[in-house]
């Protein structure tokens, strides 16, 4: 791990429930699934991984992504909250720690501004935050 990382320190996040992370916004939009995201999502919902990936989900670029509900808005957000969330992707359980947003500009200019639980809760560990970041980016290099 780099030493001169900004957030060596740590950064306090706690997930506040508002349910904007589960809306496109700006240039944040697709919810990408790997394999095992679908598996474990399929599960959640007691279905076959093949009936989960027909009816949630799209195939763009060759990766599947979920489709989107109304207004942007995630299929499974309900009253601000995720009626999947045990079984929620890697995508949504690394934010807010993915590796495109991690550099203090697009920190302090998109994310904290955006999410209410940046500053708030459990102070992550540069090392934790660096599983996460690494989480995502498996996520990103695995098989569609």
């Keep these: 791990m780099e030493k001169d990382l900004w957030w060596k320190k740590g950064i306090r996040f706690e997930c506040q429930g508002s349910g904007k992370c589960c809306v496109s916004h700006d240039g944040y939009g697709f919810v990408y699934m790997t394999k095992e995201d679908r598996i474990r999502m399929a ?13 949630y989900c799209k ?8 489709i989107d509900g109304e207004n942007g808005e995630c299929m499974f957000l309900k009253q601000k909250r995720c009626q999947i969330y045990e079984g929620r992707p890697t995508q949504c359980r690394t934010w807010p720690f993915w590796p495109e947003v991690m550099d203090a500009k697009t920190w302090n200019q998109d994310v904290a501004k955006f999410c209410p639980g940046v500053g ?25």
Excluded at 43 to 55: D, I, V
Excluded at 59 to 66: E, N, R, S, V, W
Excluded at 120 to 144: C, F, M, R, V, Y
């Design 59 to 66: 195939k763009t670029d060759g990766y599947f992504h979920l």
């Design 120 to 144: 708030k809760g459990h102070l992550w560990t540069a090392q934790e935050i660096q599983q996460e970041i690494d989480a995502q980016l498996a996520s990103e290099n695995s098989e569609p």
């Design 43 to 55: 599960k959640a919902l007691q279905l076959t991984t093949s009936e989960f990936t027909r009816q």
